[in-house]
C-alpha cells in the first residue's frame, strides 16, 4: 500500500533540527566558579546518545551547592535527557544542593512544562540573569 503524500511531514510542528543520530554530538563547557555557583554550558541536542557525558559532568560539580546549566545551545532534549536532569535535581536535592537552568529555548521548556517538571527547577531566560539573580538573592 503507498500514500500519494507523506502522512505528516513535521515540519509546521516544532521549529529546529531534524532529529536524528548524526551529528547527535554535546559538547559541554565549563565556566567553574562563577560568583559562587558552577556554571555549566551545554551545546548540542541532550539525548540517549550523549547523556553519559552530561551526567558525568554533573558529577563532577557536586562541591558546589548550585550548579547552573545553561541550556541556551541545546535545541532538544530527549525522554532519556529529561530523565537525567530530574535524576540530578534529585541527587542535588537530597544534599540540599540545586540546579539552575538558564536559557531553555522554547522546545526544551515546552517539554519541561508538558511533562511537569518545570516546577523542580528554578529557571531564568538567560546565564546572566541566572548569575545576577542568584547573587543578589544570597546576598539578601
Do not use: H, W
Not at 74 to 82: H, M, Q
Amino acid at each position: 500500500m503507498s500514500f500519494p503524500q507523506p502522512l505528516c511531514t513535521c515540519t509546521c510542528r516544532l521549529p529546529g533540527p531534524t532529529i536524528s543520530t548524526v551529528g547527535n554530538t554535546l559538547q559541554i563547557e565549563r565556566l567553574g566558579n562563577v560568583k559562587g555557583q558552577s556554571v555549566l554550558c551545554l551545546k548540542g541536542p541532550l539525548t540517549i546518545e550523549n547523556v553519559s557525558l552530561f551526567q558525568g559532568a554533573i558529577r563532577r560539580e557536586e562541591s558546589f551547592s548550585t550548579v547552573i546549566l545553561d541550556l541556551s545551545d541545546v535545541p532538544y532534549i530527549d525522554s532519556t535527557a529529561l530523565g537525567a536532569l530530574v535524576s540530578a535535581y534529585v541527587s542535588r536535592q537530597k544534599l540540599g544542593r540545586r540546579v539552575v537552568l538558564s536559557g531553555a529555548s522554547e522546545r526544551v521548556s515546552k517539554m519541561l512544562k508538558i511533562t511537569s517538571v518545570e516546577s523542580l527547577f528554578l529557571t531564568f531566560p538567560t546565564l546572566e540573569d541566572a548569575i545576577g539573580g542568584l547573587t543578589r538573592a544570597g546576598a539578601a
